[in-house]
């Protein structure tokens, strides 16, 4: 009878390390860095990684779009150039109109603070990005998330989450969640 409690304990530990080796890894899978891996976030799950759409970007994703939009959303982290106030100015610009307000809140992950900036307007879609120039497509009702985090030795870098508003608006706690999971090495 004993040789059969030790082979139901054994095959119990065995479910228990083999179910949170697979937890593990499916965090691992969708682990990220930024800054020649000095900041790691945890993405989403859901979220499909993708080839970045230009050298700028170190890291995208793409959200699914919620019923109703057409659109996904689009989730890009790289290194950020110039001040806080330089890349929230930025990004109000992506925005069309004189009258957009961006919503601002800092907090302190991972004893780095970090602006939080959120937009709702007409964006001005660039396919290659603010720099790259070319045409852009106005779309409306559309939202972005932003985080700018300033660290002590690394530099500025920023994630950002934008796309139709109720797209994001379904995303914005696992937005947040991605923000608050920052490791810094």
């Given at each position: 009878?004993?040789?059969?409690?030790?082979?139901?304990?054994?095959?119990?530990?065995?479910?228990?390390?083999?179910?949170a080796a697979s937890q593990d890894k499916a965090a691992g899978d969708r682990s990220f860095s930024i800054g020649e891996r000095k900041l790691s976030f945890t993405?989403?799950?859901?979220?499909?990684?993708?080839?970045p759409a230009n050298r700028i970007i170190e890291v995208e994703y793409a959200v699914?779009?919620?019923?109703?939009d057409e659109t996904p959303g689009r989730f890009t982290a790289m290194g950020a150039?110039?001040?806080?106030?330089?890349?929230?100015?930025?990004?109000?610009?992506?925005?069309?109109?004189?009258?957009?307000?961006?919503?601002?809140?800092?907090?302190?992950?991972?004893?780095?603070?970090?602006?939080?900036?959120d937009l709702t307007g007409t964006y001005k879609d660039s396919p290659g990005g603010p720099f790259a120039g070319g045409k852009e497509t106005l779309r409306d009702n559309y939202?972005?998330?932003g985080a700018i985090i300033a660290t002590k030795d690394a530099g500025n870098y920023f994630v950002k989450l934008y796309g139709p508003k109720a797209t994001i608006g379904e995303n914005e706690a696992k937005?947040?969640?991605?923000?608050?999971?920052?490791?810094?090495?």
């Open positions: 009878m004993r040789p059969y409690r030790l082979l139901v304990s054994a095959l119990a530990i065995a479910v228990f390390v083999v179910s993405a989403p799950e859901g979220w499909t990684k993708k080839q699914s779009p919620v019923k109703g150039g110039g001040s806080v106030e330089q890349n929230v100015t930025r990004w109000v610009g992506q925005f069309a109109g004189d009258a957009v307000k961006p919503k601002l809140d800092k907090l302190t992950v991972s004893g780095c603070e970090v602006q939080v900036v939202r972005m998330l937005f947040q969640e991605l923000v608050k999971s920052l490791k810094v090495k």
